[in-house]
């Protein structure tokens, strides 16, 4: 145990003002609010003009923040700037409040971003499933494209192959054409030479 710890535990079962803040002061750096804050309030209690009032309010009151809340320790803040002015703890609670308000302001800035980020997440997500909607759509068009495609392909062959039986039909006609020409113009040889032979 250190030597100061001692001298706090011997002022304070004495009733001594400066062992009971020591002995709060410890409290406070070893982490125990709660122990601290009673610490805290005795001490105040018996010594409300000591040299160490300013110090145990602000330490009291940083206590408070921890295990009650800011309603306690704004008030017990306020109490130091009011009988305090001149303390340098009065600045330290103006930076620490100035930093608590600035935290709030940037919670609630990352409570909105966080709000506008879930409504971005939403619209995103729908149109995730838009997309995936039409991605289906276009799937099921490229499908039918490719059927017709297809069907086109088919058709463009048949085309083909009636094309090339048309031509050969042409062919075939024309052929036949000739040699009905031909059998016409043999027929009329035929028929105007006996005809010229009977006058």
Known sequence: MSGRFLVAVSCLLSGCAAGQSLMADRYFEMG???TAASAYRRYLHRNPAGDAVPRALFRLGLCQLRIEGEGPAEATFERLERRHPRSVYRHHV???LDARRSGREQERLLGRLRRRLLRLSGEAEELRRACEAQRVKVVGQDALLSRMSAERDELYQEIQRLQARITA???IINDLRRKLAGL???DMQRGQGPT???R
Do not use: D, P
């Open 32 to 34: 125990a609010c709660h």
């Open 94 to 96: 103006a930076v620490l």
């Open 169 to 171: 039909q042409e062919r």
């Open 184 to 186: 016409k113009s043999v």
């Open 196 to 198: 010229k032979r009977a």
